[in-house]
């Protein structure tokens, strides 16, 4: 029957015979008789799909790009429908090798929860959103994605618009071009002649139409997705904001009643719709909400303090309940540090090693990482060093818990950082905080620092160079930067200095 010793791209027959089957009945509609050449053609246009797909054996997807297409090819009222291209795009997915695959199975389900919620409101929409991105989140998990939240909040659809164009041209090329090869040997068939010529002039339409079509399409899709991810950051169960709440806490969210009485207490982080951790009310005025949110109590840090412009500005860096706790033995706390720097051409002052602000938990891996979810903005620190520490003992600071706020730029404006990392304000002696910052810039300046040890909270410090060369006034700019205007860490060419490396141990 076919042209292959043995099936394609490891096909079972019955797989490659199935859908020559479905596509030889589109392709070729209602002309009669001549079925071996038929059946033959046919084959040669599947063939020539199969091949375009990185992931062996995706019948359904081949079998579902030729429907479209050929459905497109032939019908108006389709090639004018948004969802018909939006499906398209969708299916374009599977020629994309590694992730194409996982996009095409979310994708078609988005697509049909977007389709479906289109004609519903209030709060029977936001149930469907609900259950499309539970329905989502639980394919993910079926096909073993790791993180399958963080997997599909990150997901971008617009990103890979050029890449989704170029698989549309060529699979569009392709086709023509097998149709092409093939007319000469059904010449002595004019139905079949006939119906080739109008499926190429078909598909000469749906090649035109889809460069119009193909990005509005993505568009479109990416928006849809889009409200998939607002539902899962602004607090649908399948989030991780009660996850947060627990490690700002230190406590468990041990029933479904605790993890509801949160979302309703309103205490949980909440994201926005720019991806963002809201900020807390942070006015005078604003007491009342303030309160829900946080209290001072006796032997912790005051975060109500008003700054130049009348506000709370300590309460607006957090998103969400604020938790007075004591940091636990074992705990890990991180500060990132740098000399004096300019960035865009504005000043940008030294960072010191001691302070109150503190990540918690292992320090992030990447610039990208720690200026997005712990939104530090570039005018804040200029980075090259952090410290790190870890609570030795029952004597851990006592510390103002809670989620990183989504911060803005004004002093280098056009900056926007979404937040989410888990803070920490706690003080330590001003005697010890002073040799901290001391041995910082000690170690800024190549200086060998030991370990230091604060006797009085337990906590063990270390200094580290990040190494990072794309810290400075790249992430969370609208637009890109220059090559000219970016600032890196130049930490390589400092002054290195021959010092003893000893521990250090400082009594307040």
Same mark, same amino acid.
């Given at each position: 029957?076919?042209?292959?010793?043995?099936?394609?791209?490891?096909?079972?027959?019955?797989?490659?015979?199935?859908?020559?089957?479905?596509?030889?009945?589109?392709?070729?509609?209602?002309?009669?008789?001549?079925?071996?050449?038929?059946?033959?053609?046919?084959?040669?246009?599947?063939?020539?799909?199969?091949?375009?797909?990185?992931?062996?054996?995706?019948?359904?997807?081949?079998?579902?790009?030729?429907? %479209? !297409?050929?459905? #497109?090819?032939?019908?108006?009222? &389709?090639?004018?429908? @948004? /969802?018909?291209?939006? $499906?398209?795009?969708?299916?374009?997915?599977?020629?994309?090798?590694?992730?194409?695959?996982?996009?095409?199975?979310?994708?078609?389900?988005?697509?049909?929860?977007?389709?479906?919620?289109?004609?519903?409101?209030?709060?029977?929409?936001?149930?469907?959103?609900?259950?499309?991105?539970?329905? %989502? !989140?639980?394919? #993910?998990?079926?096909?073993?994605? &790791?993180?399958?939240? @963080? /997997?599909?909040?990150? $997901?971008?659809?617009?990103?890979?618009?050029?890449?989704?164009?170029?698989?549309?041209?060529?699979?569009?090329?392709?086709?023509?071009?097998?149709?092409?090869?093939?007319?000469?040997?059904?010449?002595?068939?004019?139905?079949?002649?006939?119906?080739?010529?109008?499926?190429?002039?078909?598909?000469?339409?749906?090649?035109?139409?889809?460069?119009?079509?193909?990005?509005?399409?993505?568009?479109?899709?990416?928006?849809?997705?889009?409200?998939?991810?607002?539902?899962?950051?602004?607090?649908?169960?399948?989030?991780?904001?009660?996850?947060?709440?627990e490690v700002a806490t230190g406590?468990?969210?041990?029933?479904?009643?605790?993890?509801?009485?949160?979302?309703?207490?309103?205490?949980?982080?909440?994201?926005?719709?720019?991806?963002?951790?809201?900020?807390?009310?942070?006015?005078?005025?604003?007491?009342?909400?303030?309160?829900?949110?946080?209290?001072?109590?006796?032997?912790?840090?005051?975060l109500m303090t008003l700054d130049?412009?009348?506000?709370?500005?300590?309460?607006?860096?957090?998103?969400?309940?604020?938790?007075?706790?004591?940091?636990?033995?074992?705990?890990?706390?991180?500060?990132?540090?740098?000399?004096?720097?300019?960035?865009?051409?504005?000043?940008?002052?030294?960072?010191?090693?001691?302070?109150?602000?503190?990540?918690?938990?292992?320090?992030?891996?990447?610039?990208?990482?720690?200026?997005?979810?712990?939104?530090?903005?570039?005018?804040?620190?200029?980075?090259?060093?952090?410290?790190?520490?870890?609570?030795?003992?029952?004597?851990?600071?006592?510390?103002?818990?809670?989620?990183?706020?989504?911060?803005?730029?004004?002093?280098?404006?056009?900056?926007?950082?979404?937040?989410?990392?888990?803070?920490?304000?706690?003080?330590?002696?001003?005697?010890?905080?002073?040799?901290?910052?001391?041995?910082?810039?000690?170690?800024?300046?190549?200086?060998?620092?030991?370990?230091?040890?604060?006797?009085?909270?337990?906590?063990?410090?270390?200094?580290?160079?990040?190494?990072?060369?794309?810290?400075?006034?790249?992430?969370?700019?609208?637009?890109?930067?220059?090559?000219?205007?970016?600032?890196?860490?130049?930490?390589?060419?400092?002054?290195?200095?021959?010092?003893?490396?000893?521990?250090?141990?400082?009594?307040?």
């Amino acid at each position: 029957m076919s042209q292959h010793q043995n099936p394609p791209a490891g096909w079972t027959w019955s797989q490659f015979k199935a859908v020559c089957a479905d596509v030889g009945s589109w392709t070729w509609g209602t002309v009669q008789g001549v079925f071996n050449e038929k059946a033959s053609i046919t084959q040669i246009i599947v063939d020539a799909v199969i091949g375009m797909i990185p992931l062996v054996g995706d019948a359904t997807a081949v079998r579902d790009l030729i429907a %479209v !297409i050929i459905g #497109l090819s032939s019908d108006e009222e &389709k090639r004018n429908s @948004k /969802w018909e291209w939006i $499906l398209l795009v969708v299916l374009l997915f599977a020629l994309i090798p590694v992730f194409g695959g996982i996009v095409k199975g979310t994708g078609r389900i988005v697509v049909k929860v977007a389709k479906e919620a289109a004609v519903l409101a209030g709060a029977a929409r936001m149930a469907h959103l609900r259950a499309g991105a539970m329905e %989502v !989140i639980e394919f #993910l998990n079926r096909i073993g994605v &790791k993180n399958a939240e @963080k /997997w599909l909040l990150s $997901l971008r659809i617009a990103d890979h618009t050029s890449e989704l164009i170029g698989k549309f041209t060529h699979l569009m090329a392709t086709l023509d071009n097998v149709l092409s090869k093939v007319r000469p040997r059904i010449s002595s068939f004019p139905s079949l002649t006939d119906r080739l010529d109008s499926l190429r002039t078909g598909l000469a339409k749906v090649r035109d139409k889809g460069k119009e079509m193909i990005p509005a399409a993505i568009k479109e899709f990416d928006q849809q997705l889009r409200e998939i991810q607002a539902f899962i950051r602004s607090g649908g169960e399948t989030t991780s904001r009660v996850a947060l709440h627990e490690v700002a806490t230190g406590q468990r969210a041990t029933t479904r009643v605790d993890e509801r009485r949160l979302i309703e207490d309103g205490v949980l982080p909440v994201r926005n719709t720019r991806g963002g951790f809201s900020q807390n009310p942070a006015k005078k005025a604003d007491a009342a909400k303030i309160n829900k949110l946080y209290q001072h109590e006796a032997g912790y840090p005051d975060l109500m303090t008003l700054d130049a412009n009348g506000e709370y500005n300590k309460i607006a860096a957090y998103a969400g309940k604020m938790v007075n706790r004591q940091l636990k033995d074992g705990e890990q706390v991180f500060r990132f540090f740098g000399p004096a720097r300019v960035t865009h051409g504005v000043p940008v002052g030294e960072a010191a090693a001691g302070g109150g602000w503190w990540g918690i938990g292992p320090a992030p891996k990447t610039a990208k990482e720690w200026r997005e979810l712990a939104a530090v903005l570039d005018s804040f620190n200029g980075d090259g060093f952090f410290v790190s520490a870890k609570v030795v003992g029952s004597k851990g600071p006592k510390a103002v818990v809670g989620t990183v706020s989504e911060q803005f730029g004004k002093i280098l404006p056009g900056q926007y950082l979404p937040g989410g990392a888990t803070q920490a304000f706690f003080y330590l002696d001003r005697a010890f905080s002073d040799a901290l910052t001391k041995a910082g810039q000690a170690f800024t300046r190549g200086e060998n620092v030991g370990k230091i040890i604060d006797t009085a909270t337990g906590l063990e410090f270390t200094f580290h160079r990040t190494g990072w060369k794309d810290a400075n006034g790249i992430w969370g700019y609208v637009r890109g930067p220059s090559a000219t205007t970016t600032q890196t860490a130049r930490v390589g060419t400092r002054e290195q200095a021959s010092k003893e490396n000893k521990e250090v141990i400082i009594h307040p």
